[in-house]
Nanobody, 122 residues
Framework: QLQASGGGLVQPGGSLRLSCAAS????????MGWYRQAPGKQRELVAA???????SSADSVKGRFTISRDNAKNTVYLQMNSLTPEDTAVYYC??????????????????WGQGTLVTVSS
């Protein structure tokens, strides 16, 4: 499972750091990342990072948000700076996780965190 934390209320121009830790019978975590969904809008990809550390992000957050990960802890982070009211949304983490079954067969599945609310308001 994935457990996200770090959301909250912040003033415009402020910063927040989101964390999302994967737990359970994990053989390996591949891609990890964050989506967000604002009220009345579709869910959008915010940022993603490969196991090797290659990152990508939406144009709307470039230069303000930084994604990183700790493979040893199966954790992904999202450092959000210079927040604006347009960043207000529920943020969801995801991870592509590989587990091992009988006969050492590997299974790859997508997992989602429960969502953490980020509110940017004065």
């Amino acid at each position: 499972q994935l457990q996200a934390s770090g959301g909250g209320l912040v003033q415009p121009g402020g910063s927040l750091r989101l964390s999302c830790a994967a737990s359970g019978s994990i053989f390996r975590t591949n891609d990890m990342g964050w989506y967000r969904q604002a009220p009345g809008k579709q869910r959008e990809l915010v940022a993603a990072v490969t196991r090797g550390g290659i990152t990508s992000s939406a144009d709307s957050v470039k230069g303000r948000f930084t994604i990183s990960r700790d493979n040893a802890k199966n954790t992904v982070y999202l450092q959000m700076n210079s927040l604006t009211p347009e960043d207000t949304a529920v943020y969801y983490c995801y991870a592509v996780i590989v587990t091992v079954g009988k006969g050492w067969r590997q299974y790859e599945n997508d997992y989602w965190g429960q969502g953490t609310l980020v509110t940017v308001s004065s």
